[in-house]
């Protein structure tokens, strides 16, 4: 994660958000397939929409990726028929700052207060496990004790299965559709502002739409049109698949902070570029 923000970095000052042309040859695939990785502007966009999504659900996740590549492709169909339109880069550059926001204020935080602490289950027939039960009901040869951490933000880990004596414990929940999500050290809670799914989908398919049109303009003119589309949505689908990996890793380890500091610099990289 450390590398790709470095990396970010040194881009963004060694070439303009969309100035893509003239590193490659033509051929239409390669050429396509390397065009999201030399535009920091879709570099940036597409990986923090794949850290963005691994606090999602799975369902939210797929769906971005799906709306994302559907108004991509009609908008390089747009741009290679030569159709623009006036705003293109003011909305790619927009869609980096609030793909920071959402990175940086939006995304789940991983519980930090591990105290362990003492939760009775009983494994009780028909009885869903994860579900805490009273202690009556539950006969004593049939409850077991385990050991939990006690989490003062976000969902407990779960016991998902029982193996012999062992639990496995599952990932911490997350709350989909979340725009912001910011911590009160100070009264001990957190402040979300929500979206509805209809609307982040609609942003998506906005943002990606643009990225499209500026994609299909600057397709060369000795490129296989078809093999050119294809080879930016193999790049743009690796970029996702990474930033959701990484994503993942993150939060695996205990590192979601790194996440928000990729979205805060790409936040303000897009402000620079915007106000530039």
Not at 5 to 34: E, M
Not at 196 to 203: N, Y
Not at 232 to 254: E, F, K, Q
């Amino acid at each position: 994660m450390k590398k790709i923000i470095v990396v970010a970095g040194l881009i963004a000052f060694s070439q303009a958000a969309s100035a893509h042309t003239g590193l490659l040859p033509t051929d239409g695939f390669s050429h396509g397939l390397q065009h999201p990785f030399l535009g920091l502007d879709h570099f940036l966009v597409m990986l923090g929409l794949g850290l963005w999504a691994s606090s999602q659900s799975r369902l939210l996740a797929q769906q971005a990726i799906g709306v994302f590549l559907s108004f991509m492709i009609v908008g390089a169909l747009f741009g290679l028929a030569g159709l623009g339109f006036a705003y293109v880069e003011t909305g790619i550059l927009v869609s980096l700052v609030l793909v920071g926001i959402a990175l940086s204020f939006g995304t789940a935080k991983l519980p930090n207060d591990h105290k362990d602490t003492a939760i009775k289950y009983a494994l009780v027939p028909k009885l869903q496990l994860g579900n805490p039960v009273n202690e009556a009901p539950a006969s004593r040869d049939r409850k077991l004790e385990i050991l939990m951490p006690n989490f003062q933000a976000g969902a407990p880990l779960i016991p998902t299965r029982c193996v012999g004596m062992q639990y496995r414990r599952a990932a911490p929940r997350v709350t989909t559709n979340v725009l912001l999500r910011i911590r009160d050290a100070a009264r001990g809670n957190e402040v979300t502002a929500r979206l509805p799914k209809a609307m982040i989908l609609t942003s998506i398919a906005v943002f990606a739409a643009t990225h499209g049109l500026a994609h299909g303009g600057e397709m060369p003119v000795a490129a296989s049109a078809y093999a050119y589309i294809v080879g930016i949505i193999s790049g743009t689908v690796i970029l996702y698949v990474s930033g959701l990996a990484l994503g993942l890793i993150a939060r695996g380890i205990n590192a979601a902070g790194l996440i928000r500091i990729y979205g805060t610099m790409t936040g303000l990289i897009g402000a620079w570029l915007l106000l530039a």
